[in-house]
């Protein structure tokens, strides 16, 4: 439980650092390269087109 605690809270963070913006679209390599854990995310956003 506290790895799956901490890689999310690790996720979180790297996503608050690459887009201080608010909500932006990453590139995956850019999130791989910062080590972020695709296998621990809590949400996807889907656009009103149906577009991940």
Do not use: V, W
């Not at 506290?2 to 996503?15: A, V």
């Not at 390599?29 to 991940?52: N, S, V, W």
């Amino acid at each position: 439980m506290k790895e799956i605690n901490y890689s999310l809270r690790r996720n979180r963070s790297l996503l608050h650092r690459l887009s201080s913006e608010g909500k932006t679209t990453l590139q995956i390599e850019m999130l791989e390269q910062a080590g972020f854990d695709f296998c621990y995310f809590t949400h996807l956003y889907r656009t009103p087109k149906g577009i991940t």
